[in-house]
């Protein structure tokens, strides 16, 4: 039988031997291949500056801690998410304030993010679903909207003046939107780079961010690094030149930062990414060209001004239930096929039931999962492979025996 996993890393030679590379060097925690990693991350981003830190969790929470967001504030993002989005608005004492996701659609309701906003809101979060980016342009119209109810937390609050925007970019490393990057539209972004992302450093992640008039980028870069390194006043690097041994406490942080090891995989990957994304780009179109006159719906990677990472393939088969769907996917496991869901609402986890969120209100999330079935998506299928994953999910939904 056939063995297709979902979504393996693809690791080649040249990334074993830059770790190795890494692990001779004597140097393997956080140091000049990090730093170098973060440059070109900036590079490919567009953006001034980048910070890697081990997940886009840290990435998300350490950049609500240097906005100031804390106990008292709101924090604004969707249902169609996995946990960690919302998480880290909890880990900072925030209010987790969710939205559903539009009718039909993954991306969060952009007409029902102005009902939210309160003169506590201070940043919402937009999810990147399936490395295709939001429509950003209509959620900075809201926040534009309602930039009479602002009240800024801190100090970089008050220099932009209005709520901020944080993309959960955690898959879209590699798309773009009207010719920018993700990472240079929102005013931050964090990504991913677990095992099972497009780019992977192992786990790890990476944040961007806009410039602020009135703060440096440096001033910020500086902050993310106390933050992420125990509030140490010098990283370890920096101790180890002569005579510098000294540094100070400047506050009882985290620890979260990325590692040589893991940054000297990130930089062979992206080496590699343009080419790995136009392989992407071809399982892709041929899923779209497999799937036609068929029951069954594709995500859209690639429309009008906007250009997905094509991290993930989500389909969804009109007129099934949940049971029908649950059913598929044990069916193609049998024919050597891996699939997945993307996502189970928040509001069906025990943990957000736990704190008070109703499934019942947000319908919209719970259809997009009720029928949703993601296929795999890597740069290690065949075009054989492909073809044979085409072939078995249109006849399991057909009812087809063999």
């Not at 567009?46 to 240097?66: H, I, P, Q, W």
């Not at 999962?369 to 078995?392: A, F, M, Q």
Request: aromatic share 8%; with cysteine.
């Amino acid at each position: 039988m056939k063995n297709i996993p979902f979504s393996p890393p693809d690791i080649t030679e040249e990334e074993i031997a830059e770790v190795v590379d890494t692990l001779k060097s004597g140097w393997i925690t956080t140091g000049p291949k990090t730093k170098l990693f973060e440059k070109r991350v900036a590079e490919y981003c567009g953006t001034n500056k980048a910070v890697a830190l081990n997940s886009a969790t840290a990435c998300m929470e350490m950049t609500l801690r240097v906005l100031g967001v804390g106990p008292g504030d709101e924090v604004i993002t969707t249902a169609y998410t996995y946990t960690a989005t919302a998480s880290a608005i909890y880990h900072v004492g925030a209010q987790i304030v969710m939205v559903d996701s539009g009718e039909n659609s993954y991306e969060i309701d952009y007409d029902e993010i102005a009902n939210k906003i309160t003169d506590r809101t201070k940043v919402i979060i937009p999810v990147d679903i399936a490395g295709v980016m939001c429509n950003y342009n209509k959620v900075f119209e809201v926040v534009e909207s309602k930039k009479n109810l602002f009240k800024p937390a801190n100090n970089i609050q008050e220099k932009m003046g209005r709520i901020t925007v944080m993309a959960d970019g955690a898959h879209s490393f590699g798309a773009s939107q009207f010719g920018k990057m993700s990472g240079a539209v929102a005013d931050f972004t964090a990504f991913s780079f677990h095992a099972v992302k497009n780019l992977t450093t192992g786990e790890g992640g990476a944040v961007t961010w806009q410039p602020i008039e009135g703060i440096s980028d440096e001033d910020i870069y500086k902050n993310y690094m106390l933050l992420s390194l125990h509030g140490q006043s010098k990283d370890a690097l920096e101790k180890t030149k002569l005579g510098s041994w000294e540094y100070d406490i400047l506050s009882p942080n985290f620890k979260c930062n990325m590692t040589d090891i893991m940054a000297s995989i990130g930089l062979i990957q992206l080496n590699r990414y343009d080419k790995m994304l136009s392989r992407r780009k071809e399982i892709i179109e041929m899923y779209y060209d497999g799937f036609k006159d068929t029951n069954i719906s594709c995500i859209q990677h690639f429309t009008e001004g906007n250009k997905s990472s094509g991290h993930l393939f989500l389909t969804r088969i009109d007129g099934i239930a949940e049971e029908e769907r649950n059913s598929i996917i044990q069916k193609l496991a049998e024919k050597g096929i891996s699939s997945n869901v993307h996502y189970k609402p928040l509001p069906l986890l025990t943990a957000y039931k736990d704190l008070g969120f109703d499934i019942q209100d947000y319908p919209n999330a719970h259809e997009q999962y009720k029928n949703g079935i993601s296929l795999p998506l890597h740069t290690l299928l065949t075009d054989k492979e492909v073809r044979y994953i085409i072939e078995k999910y249109k006849k399991i939904i057909d009812g087809e025996s063999e």
